[in-house]
């Protein structure tokens, strides 16, 4: 929206104490502008400051211009201009549009602080939101909402309520942002802005989509009513929304979708139970066991529609969106399907540390309850040097979890690594793991426990004094068992420093006393030397071991005992002095004793349970995955939880869209014609009433699309069953019939359509495309042939498309694009038309029939009311639905060239003699049409016979297949043979890894594919390129500017560059600058569209349309490195 001219380059210079001149290129300087420091719009020269009031009064615009670059550039920085305000607040009706954007953009910002001057301006915004400029509408409207007085909440409110109903998508989204600000200001407009909202809500832009639920999840999060409607169309138009608003549809939707739908866990708890159930009972029994009365869960269509709409978002490139959609299948999918998440999570782990962080706490959460999750991938979550102590100990946890039999050996070995860190927080975290590990894993506890010990002797007091804690927890599961290991933590004594180890060691000594009967004494005598010199912590735990060794041995410790207690009796630290005072009357008994003492024994002896060494992240699981409140393991403001799933189905029709007709008035027939399939529409519905809506009349937004087509399918039916001479009422009579006529008509016309079709392919693609272009120009043609495109869709005969285009009123084709029948046809048609208009002129009580519709004068009709109701991208989308059922001619073609490069798979010297090369032929496997096509030649490079050479075990990827070569009985010395294998990569650059084996030998050998040998060329005509191109946009679209190589400039050079590296078709440019290259993946045969434009100064735009991201980014980091390369 904020245009700034020619300022291509800022940068912030306000670091350090003198600032150095911030540099920018394409401004012209200034006569005030100083020799040694540009003129930019971040410049530090704060002297030029003083003449911008001067300059705002000034009577140039240009200077005024000027001035509010400079007065935006100084708010970027943080600087405050509010001083400014009633300088600039008076260029606020200013006729020039640069100017009043960058006002408007100032009065976002000081408009709360300045209220008062602001408000001598309500009166000019108020003229700004009619202005012809979307953009000047809408910066009307921020600002009016950003001046937070009571006093203007009626203005606002009249202003979001007109935007709401505005023509342009994006005067709506500003509408939906300021309900939240009007909300905020006054809580009493709940019930205004809720009706703003519903309306908002049936709105079909998807600019608008995102910014409405915003403001639903603001004002009224409980409201679930209101998405019921439009639940369907919100899961069908996410795709299209922008990142922001994907995140927050999803969380939306996954709340709603928890009080909505059964949970779909309760299957899997059936099947558990099954499972369980005895292996061998007999047949007789199962059947005499009465039948569970609970119904097989049946997952509700709009819960699987949710579940697949929002799949394909795990290959998003923003993070949010794919933590947003990892969120709602965790939440919501049943449990064999929330692995589907795992890859995508893991790919964010190549991400910032911030989103590492975020991710890989999510990750820890859901490995608590599902470790097979992410066993597969146990390598990507192992520590690297770099990483910061909070990411390695997030991945230290998540390798606890994944922790189990299978894989004990190689966590612990990656243990043993971490432990040598010079990271001492992190050491020490990995140490309370390897407890852990031993707790969880009984296999692994006296392992675990040796090798603690030996940390014992590390030089490290943090690995030390940690060992000791967690060896202590570790004996009280089992402290019988190990009686030497007491022993030898009670030598270490002297020299352990650390508190919190001296301190644990002094209570396993005190706690099991009567195992150490020799030792505990001794070690008492020590700990009374320096008693005066030990930690408050050490202090208590040696109370605590005099008052245990008195309980159980006072013959040798009595008198340490006594001395102990004197020591502490006078401590500075009351704590200790408390302790000392509880624990002599509580095992010294005198007369002042109370009946206490009887139970010292058993108070201070006392069997203690063994602690539970448990993950921090057991508990996060009650918050919603990726929210704040998760981040922070506490309740955050504005925190919405999820509800429980409903024990019953609530009423699924209440998501049903009920079907509106456009006239009240008219008849029976009208209402027969309503049996459109729902499941055929495109958008639930929602693009189709664009569709129908918005020629016929820009108000009714709730009709649907099949209704319109289905109806003037049927009109255009009995208009060519009625006689060429009869009126319109006889129009009208057939029209009313229509419904029985078209559908005893349907078997009738199936055969002539195929004919047709088959006859002239092109024809159809040719007027499809010429009715969307002149839909785009008139509104009252558009909605007739918006109906025949979308008729298309449902297989309407070409004579039915003909005859309905030529009465639309659209321009005449030409001769050769038409048949000489479909021309009488158009000739017949013409009277006809004006014939019912004359008729229709006369008679006021006449039906009004759909067709008829362009008959009428736009009296009452907006100029262009098609934008309010179509946004751009359903547009595309429908322009696209006319050409599904043409035939395009895209095929497999032989390749450009065939790069003569081998790749050596096997060397003679690993081999033992035997050699092998492989190379792609890029040629159609001929083994399957999956399959890649691999030559490999194998030579004999010894001097021995070979024998019996041939494919042995296969180590592949899930997904990979290979089809082996057949065996090879015996190679002579010297001698080479080529064979042909095929590989199903699986569109993966993945390797295939095999065995080669002689009669004697086996070696292992693995094949890996460029990105560029996993396509098959196609042929495609430069329009069909950019018709696919246009489907193949957003997250389908990469692009980059490159910098050409001079020997690379000329055409032959880029497309001989081009296609050596990938197996790609060359589609013919009318454009000698631009050069199209064409190719189909070879498993899902999606198709993969390059474009190069040579530009000025040999630079280059490279641009890749492809479904299949990931190759996409791969063949455009090939291409770059060969175009750029001599």
Known sequence: MLSMSNNNSMSYNDQGGAAEPATEAGLESTPTTSAGAGFGLFSTDYKKNDDLKAMLESSKDSSKLEAMKRIVGLIAKGKNASELFPAVVKNVASKNIELKKLVYVYLVRYAEEQQDVALLSISTFQRALKDPNQLIRASALRVLSSIRVPIIVPIMMLAIKEAATDLSPYVRKTAAHAIQKLYSLDPDQKEHLIEVIEKLLKDKSTLVAGSVVMAFEEVCPDRIDLIHKNYRKLCNLLVDVEEWGQVLIINMLTRYARTQFLSPWKQDEILEENSEQAFYGSDDERKNKSVPASQPYVMDPDHRLLLRNTKPLLQSRNTAVVMAVAQLYWHLAPKSEVSLVTKSLVRLLRSHREVQFIVLQNIATMSIQRKGMFEPYLKSFYVRSTDPTHIKTLKLEILTNLANGANISTVLREFQTYVKSQDKQFAAATIQAIGRCATNISEVTDTCLNGLVLLLSNRDETVVAESVVVIKKLLQTQPTQHSD??????????????????????????????RVPK??????????????????????????????????????????????????????????????????????????????????????????????????????????????????????????????????????SVRNVEVVELFTESTAPAGKVKTAKRDDAFYSGSGEEEASGSGSDSSSSEESGSDSESSSDDEENGRKKS????????????????????????????????????????????????????????????????????????????????SSSSESGSEPETDSDSGTDQKKQKQKTKPKKEETKEVQEKTTKQEVSLLDLDDFAPVSMPAAPRSAMLSPSLITDLEGLSLLNTSLTIDVTSPVYVPAKSHELLHRMSGKGLAAQYHFPRQPCIYSSDMVSVQVTLTNSGDQKLEDIHIGEKKLPSGLQIHDFNSIESLEPGASITVSMGIDFNDSTQAANFQLCTKSDQFNVSIQPAVGELLLPVTMSEQDFRTQQGKLTGMNESTATISVAPENSSGRAIVHKVVTAANLGVVPSAQESIHRFAAKTVKAADLVLVTVELKEASTAQLLINTEKTVIGSMLQRELKAVLTQG
């Not at 993950?615 to 999820?642: C, I, M, V, W």
């Open 723 to 802: 006689s060429s001479g009869s009126s319109s009422s006889s129009s009208s009579n057939s029209s009313s019939s229509s419904g029985n006529e078209s559908r005893s008509s349907q078997s009738e016309s199936g055969s002539k359509k195929k004919n047709l079709k088959k006859k002239n392919p092109r024809k159809e693609n040719k007027k499809s495309c010429k009715n969307e272009s002149e839909n785009e120009e008139t509104t009252k043609r558009g909605s007739k042939t918006k109906t025949d495109s979308v008729s298309s869709k449902s297989e309407e005969s070409s004579s039915e498309k003909s």
């Open 485 to 514: 290991i007491i022993k030898h933590m009670a030598k270490l004594l002297d020299n352990i420093a650390v508190p919190m180890a001296r301190a644990s060691i002094l209570w396993l000594i005190g706690e099991y006393c009567e």
């Open 519 to 652: 030792i505990a004494p001794d070690v008492l005598r020590k700990m009374a030397k320096a008693f005066t010199c030990e930690e408050e912590i050490v202090k208590l735990q040696t109370l605590n071991l005099a008052a245990k060794l008195y309980l159980t041995n006072a013959k040798q410790t009595k008198l340490l005992t006594q001395y102990i207690l004197n020591l502490g009796k006078y401590d500075p630290n009351y704590d200790i002095r408390d302790r000392t005072r509880f624990i002599r009357q509580l095992i010294v008994p005198n007369e002042k004793s109370g009946a206490l003492s009887k139970y010292a024994k058993k108070i201070l002896l006392a069997p203690k349970p063994a602690p539970v060494l448990e993950s921090p992240f057991k508990d996060r699981d009650r918050f919603q995955l990726g929210t704040l409140s998760h981040t922070l393991n506490t309740k955050a403001s504005g925190y919405l939880e999820l509800s429980d799933w409903p024990a019953m189905a609530p009423d699924q």
